[in-house]
C-alpha cells in the first residue's frame, strides 16, 4: 500500500527549512495526477495545473519575503468537484451537469484555502451528486483504492477521489463533504484520516447540497494534524486543538449495532486499538445504546437525504433524468413519495433521538466505533450485483450517518498494521466539540502509530 509523500506537517517543515518550494511540491503533485500509471485520471475531474503553478509561484515570492498567510502556505490541495471554483463547472461527479455554466465564484471553503496561502490542484471525483458511500462513478469512472490495487478495490465516498488523491500524493490534503460518513468513509477503506466537524462551524455557499439537513463540509488528511490544520482555516469558529492525555480520557464503546456484521480484518483492528488505548490509562465503559438501532426504522422512507435531494433534483431529473447513475437516481426518486406532513414528523423523531442519545453520552469524552464495519470489496463485485451493491453501501453508511443524524463531530484514523487491510478507528462526540475530539484523536494517533 502507498503511504502518503508528505504530511502537512513534513511538508511545511520542508518549507520552513528551505529544502523545498511551493512549486516543487505543485510539480510533484501534478506529475503524480499526470502519470498515466496512476489514478489521476480517475482521482482527479478537474485539474488546475496552469492555476496551481502560479499560485505556488506567488507562495514562493512571498515566503522569500518572509511572509505566510497561515500553516497551510504553499501546500498543493484539491476540493472534491461539489465546491464552485470560479471559472470552472461544477459537476458533482455528473454529466448531467458537464455543460453547466462555470462557476462565478468561489465556494466559501475555496475561499479560505486560497486565503491561507493553500494551492489548489484541482477537482477531485466523487460518487455522482455524493449519494453513495461506496466511491463508484461510472461516468468519470472509479479511482482504485491504494490497497491491494491490482484487486480494483472501491475507494469508498462520496468523496473518493480526495481519500485516493492523498494517498497517492497527488495532494496533501483535500477538502470533501459528509453527509453520512462522506469523508471518513473513504478515510477508513484508504488508510488515511477524515475528518467531519459539526456543521454549522464550516461555509456551506457555493457547493451543491446533498442533504441540507445532514450535509457538513469535511477534511481529509494523511493524519490528525492535517485534519486539524484544514479545520483551522476553513471553520468560522478556530480553536487550537488541545494536548490531550489519554489517562484523563473517558471513552464509551458502544454494543449495539455499530460492531454487527464486522469483517474479521476490521474486528482484529478495533479490538487491538481498544487494548492498546486502554493500556494507555483511557478508561473504555462498554455502553448499550438502543437508540442506534431506532435510526433504520426513522430512516425508512429514505430520511432526509430522499427528501431534501428531491426538492433540489426535481426540475434537472425531469430533463436530464436518463443521464444519472441509476443507482443513485433510484434513492434520489425514493424523495417523491415524502410528504410535508412525514417530513415534519422526521424533524421532530430527529430533535427526540439525539435529546435521548445525548443524555446516554454525556458523561463521556466521546465514543468509540469502527468506523465502517468493512474492508473494501472490489469494485467489478458491486458493479456486477444491484443488490450486493446497497447491501455494502447501507453497511459503509450505517456507522458513520449516527454522528451526521446526531449533528456531531468525528474523525476517522487508521487503526490496522503496515500491509494489512486499512482500517479506520472512530472517535465522535456531540456538537461543537471539534477541538476536543482532534485533541482526543492526536493522542489516539500518538499511541496506536507508537505500535506499528
Not at 173 to 186: E, L, N, Y
Not at 264 to 272: I, R, Y
Amino acid at each position: 500500500m502507498h503511504s502518503p509523500t508528505f504530511t502537512t506537517t513534513s511538508a511545511r517543515a520542508a518549507l520552513d527549512a528551505g529544502h523545498s518550494s511551493a512549486t516543487a511540491l505543485t510539480e510533484s503533485a501534478l506529475d503524480r495526477i499526470a502519470d498515466p500509471s496512476g489514478e489521476g485520471t480517475r482521482a482527479f475531474t478537474q485539474v488546475l495545473a496552469e492555476r496551481a503553478l502560479r499560485l505556488a509561484q506567488a507562495s514562493d515570492s512571498l515566503r522569500t519575503a518572509g511572509l505566510h498567510r497561515s500553516p497551510l502556505e504553499g501546500l498543493p490541495v484539491s476540493v472534491k468537484d461539489l465546491f464552485d471554483v470560479a471559472g470552472t463547472p461544477t459537476t458533482a461527479g455528473s454529466t448531467v451537469l458537464r455543460d453547466a455554466p462555470a462557476a462565478a465564484q468561489d465556494a466559501g471553503a475555496v475561499q479560505r484555502l486560497l486565503a491561507a496561502g493553500a494551492v489548489l490542484v484541482g477537482k477531485t471525483n466523487m460518487t455522482e451528486f455524493a449519494y453513495s458511500g461506496l466511491g463508484i462513478n461510472p461516468h468519470y469512472g472509479t479511482p482504485a483504492n491504494p490497497w491491494q490495487r491490482h484487486e480494483q478495490r472501491i475507494p469508498g465516498g462520496s468523496s473518493s477521489g480526495a481519500a485516493v488523491a492523498i494517498a497517492d500524493g497527488m495532494c496533501i490534503a483535500s477538502v470533501g463533504s459528509d453527509t453520512g460518513g462522506s469523508a471518513r468513509i473513504p478515510a477508513a477503506l484508504c488508510g488515511i484520516t477524515g475528518f467531519k466537524p459539526t456543521a454549522r462551524r464550516m461555509p456551506a455557499a457555493g457547493l451543491v447540497p446533498l442533504s441540507s439537513t445532514l450535509d457538513a463540509v469535511g477534511v481529509l488528511a494523511a493524519d490528525v494534524a492535517g485534519c486539524a490544520a484544514m479545520d483551522a482555516v476553513l471553520c468560522d469558529t478556530p480553536r487550537p486543538t488541545r494536548l490531550s492525555h489519554l489517562g484523563q480520557a473517558r471513552f464509551a464503546v458502544p454494543t449495539t449495532l455499530v460492531q454487527d456484521g464486522m469483517d474479521a480484518e476490521v474486528a482484529a483492528a478495533f479490538q487491538q486499538a481498544l487494548q492498546r488505548l486502554s493500556a494507555a490509562g483511557a478508561q473504555l465503559v462498554e455502553l448499550a445504546a438502543p437508540e442506534f438501532d431506532e435510526l433504520a426504522g426513522i430512516n425508512a422512507a429514505g430520511g432526509f437525504a430522499a427528501a431534501e435531494s428531491w426538492a433540489w433534483h426535481a426540475e434537472l431529473v425531469e430533463r436530464r433524468g436518463a443521464g444519472y447513475d441509476p443507482r443513485v437516481l433510484s434513492r434520489i426518486l425514493r424523495g417523491r413519495e415524502f410528504t410535508a406532513r412525514a417530513y415534519i414528523e422526521l424533524l421532530a423523531q430527529r430533535a427526540d433521538w439525539q435529546r435521548r442519545v445525548a443524555a446516554r453520552l454525556d458523561e463521556f469524552d466521546g465514543w468509540l466505533m469502527p468506523t465502517v464495519p468493512r474492508i473494501a470489496p472490489r469494485t467489478a463485485d458491486l458493479v456486477a450485483d444491484e443488490a450486493l451493491y446497497f447491501t455494502v453501501n447501507g453497511a459503509m453508511l450505517r456507522n458513520p450517518a449516527i454522528v451526521n443524524f446526531m449533528d456531531g463531530c468525528a474523525i476517522s484514523l487508521p487503526c490496522h498494521q503496515p500491509g494489512e487491510a486499512p482500517v479506520g478507528l472512530s472517535l465522535a462526540g456531540p456538537a461543537l466539540c471539534d477541538a476536543a475530539i482532534l485533541g482526543w484523536a492526536a493522542a489516539i494517533e500518538t499511541t496506536l502509530h507508537f505500535h506499528r
